[in-house]
Nanobody
């Protein structure tokens, strides 16, 4: 079973940057699509970005695509989410997830989840 661990969250001022890391282990990790999701208190979990297992086909949510960039380093078993020009509305718990089917924007299409890392954007 695939295990995922997120890191890199924390408190950052508006306009600042953070890089989140998702380190994976177990099974054929490189066969999985890795997605980033976020969930703010009282809100639904939403897809932020995803990078495919085969060709790397990435996508990023339209509302953040000019500020967030996803990348993958298979040698390090790590997927990154570079977040620039952060805004207070980006505050949420960020999760990475591994999926078997495709690079979906739906949380229900992913099989394995990390515990999440808190990102707080505040002055």
């Amino acid at each position: 079973q695939v295990q995922l661990v997120e890191s890199g969250g924390g408190l950052v001022q508006p306009g600042g940057s953070l890089t989140l890391s998702c380190t994976t282990s177990g099974g054929s990790v490189n066969l999985y699509n890795i997605g980033w999701f976020r969930q703010a208190p009282g809100k639904e979990r939403e897809g932020v970005s995803c990078i495919g297992s085969a060709d790397g086909s990435p996508w990023t949510k339209d509302s953040v695509k000019t500020r967030f960039t996803i990348s993958r380093d298979n040698a390090k078993n790590t997927v990154y989410l570079q977040m620039n020009n952060l805004r207070p509305e980006d505050t949420a718990v960020y999760y990475c997830a591994a999926g078997l089917r495709w690079c979906s924007s739906w949380a229900t299409d992913y099989n394995y989840w990390g515990q999440g890392t808190q990102v707080t954007v505040s002055s």
